[in-house]
């Protein structure tokens, strides 16, 4: 479980409104309107603090299970980022994985934001966010696996991008068809370093594995 100063606020919230139950009980008979009014207060705040809390611990959860089965790297994790750091983060990447914890994939705030909406969807109509989203997880999860050139791991991931939508509750019509419109409207967009001529979105890698990290 990730605690963040959400988590913290949300039990902060939780023992209030605890504490405020037990005044109510003693206090019924005297200032049950006032302590009412309190009770009612503290509670609004919680389901609201808890509503945002248990949406980023949710899609940080189906993140992770993404990761984990796209990389195949058992233990992996995906790191959504939070609202404090992300008023502080003047980088332009959308994600991100560090050499000395490549087990674990950082997604943007706005990543994670859009891959829930489109997990919550029917999925019949992504956004672009959301299929941006999706491919973004998968790509990540690419240097999970161990591959650091941007033009093989942007290769490889969109080569995954169906499975992955599928293995996230897409169907398989749903599945390849967002795998197919990022490969058309995104990846013709993207910087040199990411695109490579030899890759293509289905059928067999066209790309060799850097370095032996791929089986």
Not at 17 to 37: D, E, K, P, Q, Y
Not at 168 to 187: C, F, I, K, N, S
Request: glycine share 6%; charged share 20%.
């Amino acid at each position: 479980m990730d605690v963040g100063v959400l988590t913290v606020v949300v039990a902060g919230l939780l023992a209030l409104v605890l504490r405020r139950v037990v005044i109510l009980r003693r206090h019924w008979n005297t200032s049950r309107g006032f302590a009412t009014s309190l009770l009612v207060i503290c509670i609004a705040l919680l389901v609201t603090a808890g509503s945002f809390e248990v949406k980023h611990q949710w899609v940080q959860a189906r993140a992770t299970a993404l990761v984990a089965h796209v990389s195949g790297v058992r233990g992996a994790s995906a790191d959504c980022q939070r609202f404090t750091p992300e008023l502080v983060d003047l980088s332009a990447t959308s994600g991100f994985v560090f050499f000395d914890s490549q087990d674990v994939a950082h997604l943007r705030r706005a990543v994670c934001n859009d891959l829930f909406t489109w997990l919550r969807s029917n999925k019949k109509a992504p956004t672009d966010g959301e299929v941006r989203a999706v491919h973004i997880t998968v790509h990540e999860a690419m240097h999970v696996r161990g591959e650091f050139d941007e033009a093989k791991a942007e290769c490889f991931a969109m080569q995954r991008d169906a499975d992955a939508a599928q293995f996230l509750g897409a169907t398989r019509a749903q599945a390849a068809a967002l795998a197919q419109r990022y490969y058309r409207e995104d990846y013709p967009r993207m910087s040199a370093d990411y695109v490579s001529g030899e890759c293509a979105a289905d059928g067999p890698l066209d790309l060799t594995p850097g370095d032996g990290q791929f089986p």
